[in-house]
Nanobody, 124 residues
Framework: QVQLVESGGGLVQAGGSLRLSCVAS????????MGWFRQAPGQEREFVAA????????IYGDSVKGRFTISRDSAKNTGYLQMNSLKPEDTAVYYC?????????????????WGQGTQVTVSS
């Protein structure tokens, strides 16, 4: 099992930026995929981005392509989600997730480990 702790959420104006962090611990992470999902009130959990820990290959959801960047620092066992050009519709609780799965996996139920979530609020 992997423990994940997110940080970096907050309140930002439209057009601004935030960087979320996710620190992983508990197991060797090299064979994992780390993903970011988000969930707004009354809506389904939405895939945001994922990265294959070994090699760093990435994939993005259509709504964030060109604005968000997922990355990782293997030495720190930390993943990041850099969010630029934020819009009010990006407002949600953002979750970090991990699993021994293909990095192209966008279905949230396939991820085995989850963080507690961090709130991101974008004001207009």
């Amino acid at each position: 099992q992997v423990q994940l702790v997110e940080s970096g959420g907050g309140l930002v104006q439209a057009g601004g930026s935030l960087r979320l962090s996710c620190v992983a611990s508990g197991r060797t992470f090299t064979t994992y995929t780390m993903g970011w999902f988000r969930q707004a009130p009354g809506q389904e959990r939405e895939f945001v981005a994922a990265i294959r820990w070994s090699g760093g290959t990435t994939i993005y959801g259509d709504s964030v392509k060109g604005r968000f960047t997922i990355s990782r620092d293997s030495a720190k066992n930390t993943g990041y989600l850099q969010m630029n050009s934020l819009k009010p519709e990006d407002t949600a609780v953002y979750y970090c997730a991990a699993g021994r799965i293909l990095f192209q996996q966008t279905e949230w139920s396939k991820y085995s480990d989850w963080g507690q979530g961090t709130q991101v609020t974008v004001s207009s």
